[in-house]
């Protein structure tokens, strides 16, 4: 049985008004053609009999015209068919909570959602077989995940491709949403457990929702903190915050290890690994030490007995410390271990002479002390003391303890800088390119400068910087940390820590990242930045060396304790609402169109055999 | 090309080359009675005289001119007789056109162009041959006799400056035209016809209380015999009476009007030989030269 109803029922309105313009229009057609003829006197004898009807063809052509308006407005009206098999919303919830584990034996490894999606997957075949579904997952947000009306089979395997997603969800809203949406017969929800709030709308006795594990105590344990900081030794000392969610002591252990390996090919080194047992509703720190600096680690959570603790799978989380390692190439005639920048620990020097420079093909960020090449390398570089042979940058005029006539205190590398105390024994004066500005000048000339060229940073000092002294010269010494910084471009070195599916703004010239998997992200949201489906580590993507790194994490505080419960209003179904769904109005449509096309091309063929008649 | 009067070209209807003019020039009006002119001319005339044609004898009476005496019916009877012949007069054409509006519909202009070249053929013809010529529209205009080959311009002209009649004033305009002829002689009358039997009959009965060879042309334009144009729904306006009918011109209708068309046709053709008046039918479209020069011969009025 059917029943006929309209979306926009105002639209009905139109009918009679496009009716009357067709009818105006036929009527106008005839009476507006006049045709002078010589005499009516033999047409008048023809009308003294009845005068001939408008042939069928007309009032066939007549008629399709008037079936064509009908139809435009029953589709504007959006007219559809009630079904008495009702239309059925399916909501999966499938946050990151649905991934916990059943602590009994019995059902060990299978996880919450594999008992919710098995219950919609009965309740599905408790149905008719006419019944059709959409089916919807909650996390990260609301989405239908079929295109078209599901049959039962195809429900049940739309649902099995349903996985668990590193987020929140918001079962309510999603429930509410649907049912503003008035397209259901009944929107049904399986969740792992009762949500808070409730639904306020009229139609909220038409939401079932299936609570799976009512009869269990959920239990979990979740790293929810991770801090760093140098110890004594130099080295990393980490700090790991555990929450448990249950109601009995949870026996764990937790392991942190270091990364090593590519980004495409990661491989795990166990560095330290420690038990620990939580009371329930404890909070925890644990401190390891000794942790090697420029690491990139992973902290690890499992349960030592698994028969009582089902720990979900916001057991992992990443960090990375706050510089990734950075390397320059450093081209001197001296010795490297003269030159002192192995002292700096953040940065990597790769020490050759200017022999192996001109025959290799080097690439990278340069550190050029006492030596210019003949062709400058098209990368960022710095250049300490260029010989006054050199072909570039020197004017080959030399000074001895010049006075400072002016420095550039306002620019980013002489920032920290005192420049009082500066003093310059010797200098190489420069000459300064147009792509580079002054930043020391002397009584003799420039002694320092920097620019852009070619898209990369390039500074030039005319005096000697090396040895770098460290707290012996502060001076000097800061403003050679300020050029490597600055030639660095200033990278952000994230240690951010993030949550899958949050925004997460990339750094001004980055704009794509790729995770420990290999996917790649690029930027979206009208370039406000990526979303990562699920935790690990994201290497941001940039032209140049440098590619910080974040981690991603995966710790929810409601999501991770799952003892939490709260009771909503379980509403009775009403499966007597038919109500059709968008799919509905959608396929009439179709079947409009189409007859729609077929009535306009019997209106075109009348047409033609009218004008062949009246030709002929 | 002639020059008017007043200085004004008057220009013959196109068709009307050297060539057709000698053709007419070879053509005369052709009457089947005797009537009497106004002059001598080149018809044999009821008005006995001098001529050539013998008409009958008379007893001599004193006075008459001894030289008509023949004497060769003297010499064998005895007695005296006078031959007597049908004098030759000129022979009054008279030349009514319908100028009503169904004539002279704007939307099929060769109707009334060539009515007009028809009638100017026929008064060629007659002028030519030193008949006097009138020309009536009825309710329009009613001239006044032209003679001479010469006042052919004089008729172009006249035509072309006539306003349009209207058909509620045929008959009176015809009888108002019939009035003014004095010699009975040779008619012409040109009409679609497109009018009610009994209305033609009164009008052609006009021309028998006259006395005149009378000859019908009938002229029907392209939009008599297709008044559709193309049209399949249209509201028909009478040129006559701005009357308006609003009618689907579909293939029944358009097969009824063909059929009127030729009933009326039939019965008009009838009527006008029951009255022993010459008809032809033209076509608008067609050659009115080979019409002239060939069918007009056929039903007398020329030869």
Same mark, same amino acid.
């Given at each position: 049985?059917?029943?006929?109803?309209?979306?926009?029922?105002?639209?009905?309105?139109?009918?009679?008004?496009?009716?009357?313009?067709?009818?105006?229009?036929?009527?106008?057609?005839?009476?507006?053609?006049?045709?002078?003829?010589?005499?009516?006197?033999?047409?008048?004898?023809?009308?003294?009999?009845?005068?001939?009807?408008?042939?069928?063809?007309?009032?066939?052509?007549?008629?399709?015209?008037?079936?064509?308006?009908?139809?435009? %407005?029953?589709?504007?009206?959006?007219?559809?068919?009630?079904?008495?098999?009702?239309?059925?919303?399916? %909501?999966?919830?499938?946050?990151?909570s649905?991934?916990?584990?059943?602590?009994?034996?019995?059902?060990?490894?299978?996880?919450?959602?594999?008992?919710?999606?098995?219950?919609?997957?009965?309740?599905?075949?408790?149905?008719?077989?006419?019944?059709?579904?959409?089916?919807?997952?909650?996390?990260?947000?609301?989405?239908?995940?079929?295109?078209?009306?599901?049959?039962?089979?195809?429900?049940?395997?739309?649902?099995?491709?349903?996985?668990?997603?590193?987020?929140?969800?918001?079962?309510?809203?999603?429930?509410?949403?649907?049912?503003?949406? @008035?397209?259901?017969?009944?929107?049904?929800?399986?969740?792992?457990s009762?949500?808070?709030?409730?639904?306020?709308?009229?139609?909220?006795?038409?939401?079932?929702?299936?609570?799976?594990?009512?009869?269990?105590?959920l239990e979990n344990?979740a790293?929810t903190?991770?801090?760093?900081?140098?110890?004594?030794?130099?080295?990393?000392?980490?700090?790991?915050?555990?929450s448990a969610y249950t109601?009995?002591?949870?026996?764990?252990?937790?392991?942190?290890?270091?990364?090593?390996?590519?980004?495409?090919?990661?491989?795990?080194?166990?560095?330290?690994?420690?038990? %620990?047992?939580?009371?329930?509703n404890?909070?925890?720190?644990?401190? =390891?030490?000794?942790?090697?600096?420029?690491?990139?680690?992973?902290?690890?959570?499992?349960?030592?007995?698994?028969?009582?603790?089902?720990?979900t799978?916001d057991?992992?989380?990443?960090?990375?410390?706050?510089?990734?390692?950075?390397? =320059?190439?450093?081209?001197?005639?001296?010795?490297?271990?003269?030159?002192?920048?192995?002292?700096?620990?953040?940065?990597?020097?790769?020490?050759?002479?200017?022999?192996?420079?001109?025959?290799?093909?080097?690439?990278?960020?340069?550190?050029?002390?006492?030596?210019?090449?003949?062709?400058?390398?098209?990368?960022?570089?710095?250049?300490?003391?260029?010989?006054?042979?050199?072909?570039?940058?020197?004017?080959?005029?030399?000074?001895?303890?010049?006075?400072?006539?002016?420095?550039?205190?306002?620019?980013?590398?002489?920032?920290?800088?005192?420049?009082?105390?500066?003093?310059?024994?010797?200098?190489?004066?420069?000459?300064?390119?147009?792509?580079?500005?002054?930043?020391?000048?002397?009584?003799?000339?420039?002694?320092?400068?920097?620019?852009?060229?070619?898209?990369?940073?390039?500074?030039?000092?005319? =005096?000697?910087?090396?040895?770098?002294?460290?707290?012996?010269?502060?001076?000097?010494?800061?403003?050679?940390?300020?050029?490597? @910084?600055?030639?660095?471009?200033?990278?952000?070195?994230?240690?951010?820590?993030?949550?899958?599916?949050?925004?997460?703004?990339?750094?001004?010239?980055?704009?794509?990242?790729?995770?420990?998997?290999?996917?790649?992200?690029?930027?979206?949201?009208?370039?406000?930045?990526?979303?990562?489906?699920?935790?690990?580590?994201?290497?941001?993507?940039?032209?140049?060396?440098?590619?910080?790194?974040?981690?991603?994490?995966?710790?929810y505080p409601t999501e991770s304790n799952l003892l939490v419960r709260? @009771?909503?209003?379980?509403?009775?179904?009403?499966?007597?609402?038919?109500?059709?769904?968008?799919?509905?109005?959608?396929?009439?449509?179709?079947?409009?169109?189409?007859?729609?096309?077929?009535?306009?091309?019997?209106?075109?063929?009348?047409?033609?055999?009218?004008?062949?008649?009246?030709?002929? | 090309?002639?020059?008017?009067?007043?200085?004004?070209?008057?220009?013959?209807?196109?068709?009307?080359?050297?060539?057709?003019?000698?053709?007419?020039?070879?053509?005369?009006?052709?009457?089947?009675?005797?009537?009497?002119?106004?002059?001598?001319?080149? +018809?044999?005339?009821?008005?006995?005289? +001098?001529?050539?044609?013998?008409?009958?004898?008379?007893?001599?009476?004193?006075?008459?001119?001894?030289? +008509?005496?023949?004497?060769?019916?003297?010499?064998?009877?005895?007695?005296?007789?006078?031959?007597?012949?049908?004098?030759?007069?000129?022979?009054?054409?008279?030349?009514?056109?319908?100028?009503?509006?169904?004539?002279?519909?704007?939307?099929?202009?060769?109707?009334?162009?060539?009515?007009?070249?028809?009638?100017?053929?026929?008064?060629?013809?007659?002028?030519?041959?030193?008949?006097?010529?009138?020309?009536?529209?009825?309710?329009?205009?009613?001239?006044?006799?032209?003679?001479?080959?010469?006042?052919?311009?004089?008729?172009?002209?006249?035509?072309?400056?006539?306003?349009?009649?209207?058909?509620?004033?045929?008959?009176?305009?015809?009888?108002?035209?019939?009035?003014?002829?004095?010699?009975?002689?040779?008619?012409?009358?040109?009409?679609?016809?497109?009018?009610?039997?009994?209305?033609?009959?009164?009008?052609?009965?006009?021309?028998?209380?006259?006395?005149?060879?009378?000859?019908?042309?009938?002229?029907?334009?392209?939009?008599?015999?297709?008044?559709?144009?193309?049209?399949?729904?249209?509201?028909?306006?009478?040129?006559? #009476?701005?009357?308006?009918?609003?009618?689907?011109?579909? #293939?029944?209708?358009?097969?009824?009007?063909?059929?009127?068309?030729?009933?009326?046709?039939?019965? #008009?053709?009838?009527?006008? +030989?029951?009255?022993?008046?010459?008809?032809?039918?033209?076509?608008?479209?067609?050659?009115?030269?080979?019409?002239?020069?060939?069918?007009?011969?056929?039903?007398?009025?020329?030869?």
């Amino acid at each position: 049985m059917f029943g006929v109803s309209f979306l926009n029922p105002l639209a009905l309105i139109l009918f009679p008004l496009a009716a009357g313009i067709l009818i105006y229009s036929y009527f106008k057609r005839a009476r507006s053609k006049q045709l002078l003829i010589p005499s009516l006197f033999l047409f008048e004898q023809i009308q003294n009999k009845p005068l001939k009807p408008q042939s069928i063809k007309l009032s066939l052509r007549f008629f399709l015209e008037l079936l064509t308006i009908l139809l435009i %407005v029953l589709f504007l009206a959006g007219l559809f068919l009630d079904r008495d098999s009702p239309r059925i919303a399916i %909501v999966i919830d499938n946050p990151l909570s649905s991934a916990a584990v059943a602590p009994s034996t019995q059902e060990a490894g299978r996880t919450a959602l594999s008992e919710i999606q098995l219950s919609a997957k009965e309740f599905i075949n408790s149905l008719n077989k006419d019944v059709r579904f959409d089916i919807f997952t909650t996390s990260p947000v609301l989405q239908k995940l079929n295109q078209r009306e599901l049959t039962p089979p195809s429900a049940i395997s739309e649902i099995d491709r349903i996985k668990t997603e590193w987020a929140q969800s918001d079962l309510m809203e999603a429930l509410t949403h649907l049912s503003n949406l @008035n397209l259901y017969s009944e929107i049904k929800g399986f969740s792992l457990s009762k949500r808070t709030g409730s639904i306020s709308n009229n139609s909220s006795e038409r939401i079932g929702l299936t609570s799976i594990y009512s009869d269990y105590r959920l239990e979990n344990v979740a790293i929810t903190d991770i801090r760093s900081s140098l110890g004594s030794d130099s080295l990393l000392r980490l700090e790991v915050a555990l929450s448990a969610y249950t109601d009995k002591t949870a026996e764990v252990e937790l392991e942190v290890q270091e990364v090593v390996g590519s980004e495409e090919n990661l491989n795990f080194k166990t560095l330290q690994l420690k038990p %620990v047992s939580l009371n329930p509703n404890q909070t925890q720190s644990l401190s =390891f030490d000794s942790i090697p600096t420029n690491a990139r680690l992973r902290v690890l959570l499992r349960t030592t007995n698994p028969e009582q603790n089902a720990i979900t799978l916001d057991d992992t989380a990443w960090f990375v410390q706050e510089r990734p390692e950075l390397s =320059f190439i450093l081209v001197s005639p001296e010795q490297a271990r003269d030159t002192g920048l192995e002292d700096i620990s953040r940065f990597n020097f790769r020490s050759v002479s200017p022999q192996e420079y001109e025959q290799g093909e080097l690439e990278g960020i340069f550190l050029f002390h006492r030596y210019v090449p003949e062709i400058l390398p098209e990368s960022s570089a710095i250049y300490i003391a260029p010989p006054n042979t050199a072909p570039h940058f020197v004017s080959g005029r030399t000074a001895s303890s010049p006075k400072i006539t002016f420095v550039n205190q306002n620019h980013q590398l002489l920032q920290y800088l005192n420049s009082q105390l500066l003093d310059l024994k010797n200098i190489s004066t420069l000459r300064t390119p147009t792509w580079a500005e002054d930043l020391v000048k002397t009584e003799s000339g420039s002694g320092l400068f920097a620019g852009s060229r070619q898209g990369q940073r390039v500074v030039v000092t005319g =005096f000697e910087l090396l040895p770098f002294l460290g707290e012996e010269d502060p001076v000097l010494s800061i403003l050679t940390l300020n050029m490597l @910084n600055w030639v660095l471009g200033e990278a952000t070195f994230a240690n951010d820590s993030f949550r899958p599916f949050e925004l997460i703004r990339l750094p001004e010239g980055i704009d794509s990242a790729r995770d420990h998997t290999g996917r790649t992200y690029s930027i979206s949201e009208n370039g406000a930045g990526i979303r990562v489906r699920e935790p690990g580590l994201l290497m941001y993507q940039s032209q140049s060396e440098i590619r910080p790194l974040a981690a991603v994490n995966a710790f929810y505080p409601t999501e991770s304790n799952l003892l939490v419960r709260s @009771n909503i209003i379980i509403p009775k179904l009403n499966s007597n609402l038919p109500r059709a769904s968008q799919r509905d109005r959608s396929d009439w449509w179709h079947y409009f169109l189409y007859l729609l096309l077929l009535l306009l091309s019997l209106d075109l063929l009348l047409f033609e055999l009218r004008k062949r008649e009246v030709q002929g | 090309m002639a020059k008017r009067a007043g200085g004004t070209p008057t220009i013959l209807p196109d068709g009307f080359d050297p060539g057709y003019l000698r053709q007419l020039e070879l053509l005369r009006l052709r009457s089947r009675r005797a009537f009497l002119g106004a002059r001598h001319g080149g +018809h044999v005339s009821l008005k006995k005289g +001098h001529g050539i044609e013998f008409s009958d004898y008379r007893k001599y009476e004193l006075g008459d001119n001894p030289r +008509h005496i023949d004497w060769g019916v003297y010499g064998r009877s005895d007695r005296l007789y006078i031959k007597r012949f049908q004098e030759e007069q000129s022979l009054p054409l008279l030349i009514v056109i319908d100028g009503s509006a169904s004539m002279r519909v704007t939307t099929d202009s060769k109707k009334w162009e060539r009515t007009k070249a028809l009638a100017l053929s026929i008064a060629y013809v007659a002028l030519i041959q030193h008949d006097t010529v009138r020309i009536c529209i009825p309710g329009v205009f009613y001239s006044s006799a032209y003679e001479g080959p010469r006042a052919i311009y004089r008729i172009a002209r006249d035509l072309e400056e006539q306003p349009q009649g209207e058909q509620s004033r045929l008959s009176s305009g015809i009888q108002q035209g019939l009035s003014r002829v004095r010699f009975p002689g040779v008619a012409v009358f040109i009409s679609d016809f497109l009018f009610p039997i009994a209305e033609i009959e009164k009008n052609l009965n006009l021309f028998r209380a006259k006395n005149l060879d009378t000859s019908v042309l009938h002229i029907l334009g392209k939009l008599d015999q297709d008044p559709y144009q193309g049209v399949s729904d249209a509201v028909l306006v009478d040129s006559e #009476t701005n009357q308006e009918l609003g009618i689907a011109l579909d #293939t029944g209708t358009r097969q009824e009007y063909q059929y009127r068309l030729i009933q009326h046709t039939r019965v #008009t053709q009838e009527l006008v +030989h029951s009255l022993r008046f010459g008809y032809a039918i033209y076509y608008a479209e067609e050659d009115f030269r080979s019409f002239v020069l060939e069918h007009l011969p056929q039903i007398g009025l020329l030869r």
